[in-house]
């Protein structure tokens, strides 16, 4: 794979001029949700390295001042001479908007980040960026002001791993605070985390004295996730529902545990960005949840004390599930990427969810029986209110 991520990967459309106009567009805002995008667009490049097989460790440091680093140990960005732009691929990725290898199916497998405008965007934002690319034993290092390159790259000494630093301070004449909060930009690392099993990503708080850090790192993925956000609550099964399958490309993993509460609380996330809104990979997780409680409500013999199905509604009473999809080319609706629309994903997670949750209640009848005696107690109060 990492042959094919070089110069040619790289595909230009034009200038940063228009993220400094209409910065809003690219980042959502000016305010702090927009000042801590920064951060997760430099994350993101890291992550996509991650799911490409190429970057287990990230580090972030709020230096003083609000200066951010964040360093991967990753292939490092290609600082070979781009073949139509004739210069380093390097100062491309980071000065041209829709540059990078996202668009290069070859380079990588699935990608997080807003369509790989990505780093630029950041630096464009920036009052100053500067990028160190550990590759090929040596290192490169080019600095930026406004989005405009200082100098050209230049090798600065020998290296003996790879990996990308990057370094900025956010621009104060386009930010209203250039002030990151600790505890905002550890819940997003967190999901990282917990999105992307096995990853180490650490955040580090230099602005006070004595350094604040967290690491964040976890094995267990998705099945991590669950008990985390259940944490304060009382599971009806010990151990979360988990499975990881693959079909046409589309990853799909998810964990589920019911607890004692009444609340839904269902998660969704593709390409490590949370669906906020769902989309159709919710709509074929929900639609498989309810089939496969109805069909074991019947192969357990509860139907007998129900005269109807049980609904949709009945089936999530208590229900803390994540769901987290990688596709190759997905389809956002609208420009919060908050829903995704991609009409293949339904049938390949309600499949998967079908597949796997009957599997799991086949081998654990129990499990079956409490979350059906729970869900037979929603749906007689839900009859019982008509």
Request: with cysteine.
């Amino acid at each position: 794979m990492s042959e094919t991520y070089s110069a040619k990967s790289i595909q230009v459309l034009k200038g940063l001029e228009p993220v400094r106009k209409r910065p809003g567009m690219y980042i959502g805002s000016t305010g702090p949700d927009g000042l801590h995008h920064l951060v997760y667009e430099v994350v993101d490049n890291s992550i996509d390295e991650a799911l490409a097989g190429h970057c287990d460790k990230i580090d972030i440091v709020i230096e003083a001042e609000n200066i951010i680093r964040v360093t991967d140990n990753g292939r490092g960005i290609p600082v070979d001479m781009h073949p139509q732009e004739k210069v380093s691929a390097l100062e491309i990725v980071m000065t041209k908007l829709h540059a990078g290898g996202k668009f290069d199916k070859d380079s990588y497998k699935v990608s997080g980040g807003l369509h790989g405008v990505g780093v630029s965007v950041v630096n464009a934002l920036s009052e100053w960026l500067e990028v160190e690319v550990h590759l090929n034993g040596k290192v490169y290092f080019q600095k930026y002001q406004r989005g405009i390159p200082v100098e050209p790259v230049k090798t600065t000494g020998d290296s003996t791993g790879t990996g990308t630093i990057v370094r900025f301070k956010a621009d104060s004449t386009i930010f209203e605070t250039l002030e990151y909060h600790f505890d905002v930009l550890a819940g997003r690392l967190r999901e990282l985390a917990f999105l992307n099993k096995g990853i180490e990503i650490n955040l580090t708080d230099e602005r006070q004295s004595k350094p604040k850090v967290h690491n964040f790192k976890f094995e267990g993925g998705l099945r991590s996730f669950i008990e985390y956000l259940n944490k304060n609550k009382i599971p009806l099964h010990k151990e979360p529902v988990y499975f990881e399958t693959t079909q046409d490309d589309v990853v799909v993993e998810c964990g589920i545990q019911y607890n004692d509460g009444f609340n839904e609380n269902i998660f969704t996330f593709v390409n490590n960005i949370n669906t906020r809104e769902g989309g159709t990979h919710l709509v074929g997780f929900k639609s498989a949840l309810t089939r496969t409680l109805n069909d074991f409500a019947k192969k357990l013999n509860f139907t007998k004390k129900l005269e109807e199905s049980l609904s949709g509604d009945d089936t999530r009473e208590g229900l803390t599930a994540v769901l987290s999809v990688k596709v190759k080319e997905p389809q956002f609706e609208g420009q919060t990427k908050a829903k995704l629309g991609n009409s293949e994903v339904k049938g390949i997670v309600e499949t998967a969810t079908n597949e796997n949750l009957t599997a799991f209640f086949e081998e654990r009848p129990d499990v079956a029986r409490n979350i059906l005696e729970k869900c037979l107690l929603a749906a007689k109060a839900r009859i019982a209110a008509r």
